[in-house]
Nanobody, 124 residues
Framework: QVQLVESGGGLVQSGGSLRLSCAAS????????MGWFRQGPGKEREFVAA????????YYADSVKGRFTISRDNAKNTVYLQMNSLKPEDTAIYYC?????????????????WGQGTQVTVSS
């Protein structure tokens, strides 16, 4: 069993930055993949970024490419999402998720464990 706890959300002005953290407790195997998803008001949950734990390979949604960076700290069992040049349309609840099979998919149904989410609000 894996527990995920997100932190780092908040209110920021357009153009600002935030760094989200996702601390994993329980055993994270090297073949896992970790993902960030978000769900805005009245919207479907959407893929943001993913990383393969073992190789560090990263994947991004087109909407965040060049602005967001996903990374991991193996020693701390923590995944980060650095968000720069934030826009009002980035406003959402951001969720961290773990995929035991390691696909790093953009499809949220492939993820087995989820955090409770952290709110990010970007004001214009």
């Amino acid at each position: 069993q894996v527990q995920l706890v997100e932190s780092g959300g908040g209110l920021v002005q357009s153009g600002g930055s935030l760094r989200l953290s996702c601390a994993a407790s329980g055993r994270i195997f090297s073949n896992y993949a970790m993902g960030w998803f978000r769900q805005g008001p009245g919207k479907e949950r959407e893929f943001v970024a993913a990383i393969r734990w073992s190789t560090g390979s990263t994947y991004y949604a087109d909407s965040v490419k060049g602005r967001f960076t996903i990374s991991r700290d193996n020693a701390k069992n923590t995944v980060y999402l650095q968000m720069n040049s934030l826009k009002p349309e980035d406003t959402a609840i951001y969720y961290c998720a773990a995929d035991r099979a390691g696909y790093a998919s953009s499809d949220y149904v492939r993820y087995d464990y989820w955090g409770q989410g952290t709110q990010v609000t970007v004001s214009s």
